[in-house]
């Protein structure tokens, strides 16, 4: 394999920080995808008890362990900020690993949803939140690339993350009762849907004309499905319907799934936190899977739905456990 360029490496593998001991300075943004990861799989759960009576003590059980996580990732990450802000600044700096400050945003926004039901209030806070961070990070990372020089090998498939951030306003905005909320979920989709396909081409082609990805940034493959079936849950949530043009975004979705998934899930590609990118991914496809087999009431997808479901349960298990191992061994920490 080619000698990966530096520019290139992920987060996980701390390329923009000095080397150290295990040391709070050395916990990577990107493990708050491991929030968005849990949400995912929370919200996946609750449509599946909503739609197929599945117990909904599951999805509850998850939410938990999502709000936990947010609290305890977020706390470590305000810690560093205040202790190493030299280190935050590189992160946020740096072409692929300030791409990983979307995931932050995210998690906001997913936890909006996950707690609804237990307090309108904060709901709709945590979202309005998500909104404006969203927005601005998402208007901060295309600045930067307008400013040109870029390494064409930073077309990485973590762009995706605060380009299609955007999207997921109107997946977790669709009953937010507030009167300018519409426009703002309009305003999100517009935003998420042109730079998804304009990432995704840019990143299509660095995939296709350089060298393979590092090993450690090989899990962010699976972002590649996101733009699709988050965009397919962002316009079924507009237009109240399943279309043919949602339909399209599902079954490509599903297919770009199909063709990473072997490349992903290798015992050639180490664990680090950037494992967690397949997260909320999956969770968007398993998602996406239960909503258009109860719109079409197919037998068939169900069951589709249904491995896709236990798939992404049994893959964030696995993620959640190798994560607290590597914590309480210190190597997460280590740089």
Known sequence: MPAANPSTQPAADNAVLPASRSSIRNLPVNLFAAV??????????????????????????????????????????????????????????HPVAGNFFGSITISLLLLSTVVDGYSTALQQALWTLGVLTTVALGAIVAGRLLRGNGAPGSAVPAWLIPGVATLDIAVTGATMPMAWAHEVNLLAVAIGSVLAVVFFVMIFSRLVHSEPLPPGMTPSLMVLVAPFEVGFLAYVNLVHRVDMFASMLFYFGLFIFVVVAPRVFRPSVPFAASWWAIGFPLAALAIAALRYATATDSGVLAVLAAVLLSFLTAAIAVLLVRTLHALISGKLLSA
């Not at 599945?54 to 609290?71: C, K, M, R, S, T």
């Open 36 to 93: 968005m990861g849990l949400s995912g799989l929370t919200l996946a759960w609750r449509v599946a008890a909503n739609s197929f009576g599945a117990d909904i003590a599951i999805a509850n059980g998850i939410g938990v362990l999502a709000i936990l996580a947010f609290l305890l990732i977020a706390s470590g990450y305000l810690v560093k900020a205040v202790r190493y802000p030299d280190a935050v600044r590189k992160e946020f700096t």
